[in-house]
């Protein structure tokens, strides 16, 4: 069974900055392809970004350039960097972990942002 717990939410102005990270117990973690995905108030579940085993990476379109995903296999972790942030992101973000056609979710972090 894999446990997946985001960090690093909170409240930013916009053009601010955040970290998120999400950390995996339970599992051989560097096998597993990760991803972030955020739902806003009202809005279906959306991409932000993936990253394989083998660390390629993917970005939702519209977050390219802002957002960068990244993993470190040692701590178990994948993190999300957010830059230039936006009232728009705001949103519940999740961490997910893909293997064997198999997902697992966190529970999420909220980021809000607003003046």
């Known amino acids: 069974q894999v446990q997946l717990v985001e960090s690093g939410g909170g409240l930013v102005q916009p053009g601010g900055s955040l970290r998120l990270s999400c950390a995996a117990s339970?599992?051989?973690?560097?096998?597993?392809?990760m991803g972030w995905y955020r739902q806003a108030p009202g809005k279906q579940r959306e991409l932000v970004a993936t990253i394989t085993s083998g660390g390629d990476t993917n970005y939702a379109d519209s977050l390219k350039g802002r957002f960068t995903i990244s993993r470190e296999n040692a701590k178990n972790t994948v993190n999300l960097q957010m830059n230039s942030l936006k009232p728009e992101d705001t949103a519940v973000y999740y961490c997910?972990?893909?293997?064997?056609?198999?997902?697992?979710w966190g529970k999420g972090t909220l980021v809000t942002v607003s003046s």
């Open positions: 339970g599992t051989i973690f560097s096998i597993y392809a």
């Open positions: 997910k972990a893909r293997y064997s056609g198999v997902d697992y």
